[in-house]
């Protein structure tokens, strides 16, 4: 049996004033910072847990909490990747903008479609993300906005290359990402209905924990408050 542990990262500084991030790269609150020594905490309760690899977005708030949890854990000696294909769902013109605003602007069951259904796409930004850390990406690849399941798309390469591989090789391992795309990637290794997905949160710094068979098959799933 292997594991595969899931965080989302804690509070940041847009979580507290409910406004839509994406791609923008926020700091974690002083809570956040609590929360991901917590997560930490519990993870170190984790029964036979023995990671052999970090991975983690490019952006702040995840690698944050991957490095608090990597601390809290004695983890911090783990090889960790940061890949762009981990970030969180890209908002496209939402970022930035206060959620209950939006509602009002656009009307709340347009918002709820675009926060929660599986294909719809949310208005794209103006022009392309011009950010040093994503100069070596190939710029076609590179989103203007989003819906879950394009990030799914580019979200499971990675995890079929480089997580799922390791598991398969009977290597734990450990994920510290964002809400929309650990929802992204649940929705795929549970083969949860589009449906369904509308009704999944993810929690910042709640860990999740998933023991698969040999085949990566879910033998349970835990989560951890």
Not at 16 to 25: E, F, K, L
Not at 67 to 86: H, M, Q, S
Request: charged share 25%.
């Amino acid at each position: 049996m292997v594991k595969l542990v899931l965080v989302r990262h804690g509070e940041s500084v847009a979580n507290a004033a409910n406004v839509y991030t994406g791609w923008n790269d926020v700091p974690l609150t002083e809570k956040g910072e609590e929360q991901a020594r917590n997560a930490g905490k519990l993870i170190n309760k984790i029964s036979n847990f023995n990671p052999t690899h970090i991975h983690t977005s490019v952006l702040s708030r995840a690698i944050t909490t991957a490095n608090i949890v990597a601390d809290v854990c004695d983890f911090l000696y783990l090889p960790i990747t940061k890949t762009w294909r981990l970030n969180e769902r890209h908002y496209g013109a939402l970022r930035g903008l206060n959620k209950n605003i939006s509602r009002k602007v656009f009307g709340a069951e347009q918002v709820l479609e675009w926060r929660r259904g599986f294909d719809s796409v949310p208005p794209k930004q103006g022009s392309p993300i011009i950010d040093r850390r994503y100069r070596f990406c190939d710029q076609h690849l590179m989103p203007r906005a989003e819906s879950l399941h394009q990030t799914q798309l580019r979200l499971m390469p990675y995890y079929y290359d480089e997580v799922a591989s390791r598991m398969l090789m009977g290597e734990d391992q450990l994920i510290v990402a964002h809400g929309s795309s650990l929802r992204a990637l649940i929705k795929k290794i549970e083969n949860t209905s589009d449906h369904d997905i509308v009704k999944l949160e993810v929690p910042n710094a709640q860990p999740i924990i998933y023991t698969m068979d040999d085949h990566l098959n879910i033998i349970n799933k835990e989560i951890l408050k």
